[in-house]
């Protein structure tokens, strides 16, 4: 376990251009809706290293056996990260994540546990490297996190800790020469690690599950906007794994402050 917490202070969080949707637990089809600020901050030298990405996101889920996305609240989230450019191809950052997980019954008629809901609070860390190929943007990538889990009333939840490793490969293709229109594929597989309240030792650092994401992404360059719609498959254990279908859409407002900053 104190290799894991090495690993988390050593590798600063990998940002992504779309926010990708988190995953919500079991269910048949979901939706996620988020909207991000990405601020560049410049220094007195008019210089810009430093990205602010904030966002607000929900999400909707159906129940196991039927495709009604939008029956019930899945998740809330409110994200803020801070990334740093070291060159022109490498980004480091770190952040930090508030999640609402509402919880359900896995069996008939899927009611809300006796804990309706729980909070979350992750750190993150990781590095992303972007390979430039004429239209093609490939951008391997990993990422740690810890988060903290606690009850509606913020004591401690059963489970208590999570170490998770995300090791993420993004293709970017550039539809046009102005790069206003992008098709973009994802593919990520998380490992994971986590403590239970009642016990003092960490469960095995494993495989859980893998998400496989396309995105079609539009900026509009007046308004400084970029709107992206996706779909992810997200594959859940790896002996005949569960699958669930999420489908996405965010949009992100880049530098609106960018007048009162120059």
């Given at each position: 376990m104190k290799q894991l917490i090495l690993l988390i202070l050593i590798f600063p969080i990998y940002t992504y251009t779309q926010i990708t949707p988190s995953g919500v637990?079991?269910?048949?089809?979901?939706?996620?809706?988020?909207?991000?600020?990405?601020?560049?901050?410049?220094?007195?030298?008019?210089?810009?290293?430093?990205?602010?990405?904030?966002?607000?996101?929900?999400?909707?889920?159906?129940y196991p056996n039927k495709i009604n996305t939008?029956?019930?609240?899945?998740?809330?989230?409110?994200?803020?990260?801070?990334?740093?450019?070291?060159?022109?191809?490498?980004?480091?950052?770190?952040?930090?994540?508030?999640?609402?997980?509402?919880?359900?019954?896995?069996?008939?008629?899927?009611?809300?546990?006796?804990?309706?809901?729980?909070?979350?609070?992750?750190?993150?860390?990781?590095?992303?490297?972007?390979?430039?190929?004429?239209?093609?943007?490939?951008?391997?990538?990993?990422?740690?996190?810890?988060?903290?889990?606690?009850?509606?009333?913020?004591?401690?939840?059963t489970e208590q800790f999570r170490a998770r490793t995300r090791a993420r490969v993004k293709l970017k293709f550039n539809l046009t020469k102005d790069k206003k229109h992008a098709v973009i594929l994802i593919s990520e597989q998380l490992f994971s690690s986590t403590k239970q309240f009642i016990s003092t030792k960490w469960s095995p650092f494993l495989y859980k599950d893998s998400r496989f994401s396309i995105y079609y992404s539009h900026t509009f360059t007046k308004q400084s906007i970029q709107l992206d719609i996706g779909y992810m498959h997200h594959l859940v254990g790896y002996y005949k794994p569960s699958s669930i279908h999420h489908f996405a859409i965010d949009i992100i407002w880049k530098n609106p402050f960018k007048s009162n900053l120059r």
């Amino acid at each position: 376990m104190k290799q894991l917490i090495l690993l988390i202070l050593i590798f600063p969080i990998y940002t992504y251009t779309q926010i990708t949707p988190s995953g919500v637990g079991v269910t048949q089809s979901a939706a996620w809706m988020a909207i991000g600020i990405h601020q560049k901050i410049y220094n007195k030298e008019q210089e810009t290293k430093w990205t602010s990405e904030s966002v607000i996101a929900l999400g909707r889920m159906s129940y196991p056996n039927k495709i009604n996305t939008f029956k019930r609240p899945s998740i809330f989230t409110i994200r803020q990260d801070f990334k740093y450019s070291i060159g022109s191809q490498l980004n480091i950052s770190i952040g930090i994540n508030y999640y609402t997980k509402y919880n359900y019954e896995s069996t008939y008629p899927y009611h809300q546990k006796a804990i309706p809901f729980k909070h979350e609070i992750k750190t993150s860390s990781g590095i992303a490297y972007d390979i430039p190929i004429h239209f093609l943007t490939i951008t391997p990538s990993l990422k740690q996190e810890f988060s903290q889990y606690f009850n509606p009333n913020f004591s401690y939840y059963t489970e208590q800790f999570r170490a998770r490793t995300r090791a993420r490969v993004k293709l970017k293709f550039n539809l046009t020469k102005d790069k206003k229109h992008a098709v973009i594929l994802i593919s990520e597989q998380l490992f994971s690690s986590t403590k239970q309240f009642i016990s003092t030792k960490w469960s095995p650092f494993l495989y859980k599950d893998s998400r496989f994401s396309i995105y079609y992404s539009h900026t509009f360059t007046k308004q400084s906007i970029q709107l992206d719609i996706g779909y992810m498959h997200h594959l859940v254990g790896y002996y005949k794994p569960s699958s669930i279908h999420h489908f996405a859409i965010d949009i992100i407002w880049k530098n609106p402050f960018k007048s009162n900053l120059r």
